[in-house]
């Protein structure tokens, strides 16, 4: 996905003012749908051919590749919404506990998947297992099949 062509994907984007009052506007104009805004954050559904001219312009400070859009249908939107400020506040390297929800009990090379996005196991209680790490990891664990599920753990 991440590699071109022309399927529309999820990224997400930091504006240099609130995203709601200040540039909708433009991305409808732009036919840039908003899959979810917060402050000065929001998850776009994207087209290759749209980013360049979006960066380009005076009002995205940065943006990052989140993933497919049907993905995101496993991702509390709390935990979104979490990714979302910390994004648009530069803390996205800071760690954060996840709990995620498997299919069947996770096996080893589950966990190998789990620590090559970046995280480390904190808990394991048969199919969910919480983990620590940056949320900027939250797109290669989208990328786990095997994970139906994602939410904040219940420590902030």
Do not use: C
Not at 28 to 36: K, M, T, V, W
Not at 70 to 85: F, I, K, Q, T, Y
Not at 111 to 136: D, K, M, T
Request: charged fraction near 25%; charge should be neutral.
């Amino acid at each position: 996905m991440r590699d071109g062509g022309d399927e529309a994907f999820a990224a997400l984007a930091v504006f240099r003012g609130d995203v709601f009052l200040r540039h909708s506007a433009m991305l409808e104009q732009a036919s840039i749908p908003i899959l979810n805004e917060f402050g000065k954050s929001a998850l776009l559904l994207l087209r290759p051919a749209q980013v360049v001219p979006l960066l380009s312009g005076p009002d995205v400070r940065r943006m990052a590749w989140f993933g497919p859009r049907g993905r995101l249908a496993r991702l509390d939107p709390s935990l979104e919404l979490d990714a979302m400020a910390r994004f648009a506040a530069g803390t996205e390297g800071n760690d954060r506990e996840i709990l995620l929800r498997w299919r069947d009990v996770p096996g080893a090379a589950d966990e190998r998947s789990v620590a090559v996005a970046g995280y480390r196991i904190v808990i394991r209680a048969g199919a969910n297992i919480v983990i620590s790490g940056p949320l900027s990891g939250l797109p290669k664990l989208l990328e786990i099949d095997r994970i139906i599920y994602l939410e904040k753990a219940s420590n902030p």
